[in-house]
């Protein structure tokens, strides 16, 4: 995965809007070690193949953290501490958040097509 660069990101993000898309979004911050160190708090959140259409969208933030949000019709969705995306996936876009120890903690992911 590489650094977000926002206009690119910008640039993906408006080419995707107005359309029926599917979403994968997911955040940990450790729920899933919570077992192992009862210190940390299990909070989590996951949402795979709903389907939204964005009428606007954005990123925002000055890195190393962004934040992307989109406007539906009836609400919004919005992703924060987004720190990376992957170039190899041309037709979705594919954005993550890493800790200082490179953990995954967040994810925002859009699709024409089901995510597996």
Do not use: C
Request: aromatic content about 10%; charged content about 20%; hydrophobic content about 35%.
């Amino acid at each position: 995965m590489l650094p977000i660069d926002p206009e690119y990101i910008q640039q993906r993000i408006e080419q995707m809007k107005d359309q029926d898309l599917y979403i994968h979004l997911e955040l940990t911050n450790g729920a899933y070690a919570a077992h192992n160190d009862a210190s940390r708090h299990p909070a989590a959140n996951f949402i795979k193949n709903a389907v939204i259409r964005y009428v606007h969208g954005g990123i925002s933030g000055v890195g190393p953290y962004y934040r992307v949000g989109l406007k539906m019709e009836q609400g919004w969705i919005y992703s924060e501490g987004l720190t990376h995306y992957e170039e190899t996936e041309n037709d979705r876009l594919i954005l993550a958040g890493h800790d200082k120890d490179g953990k995954l903690v967040v994810a925002l992911q859009i699709s024409p097509y089901p995510f597996e």
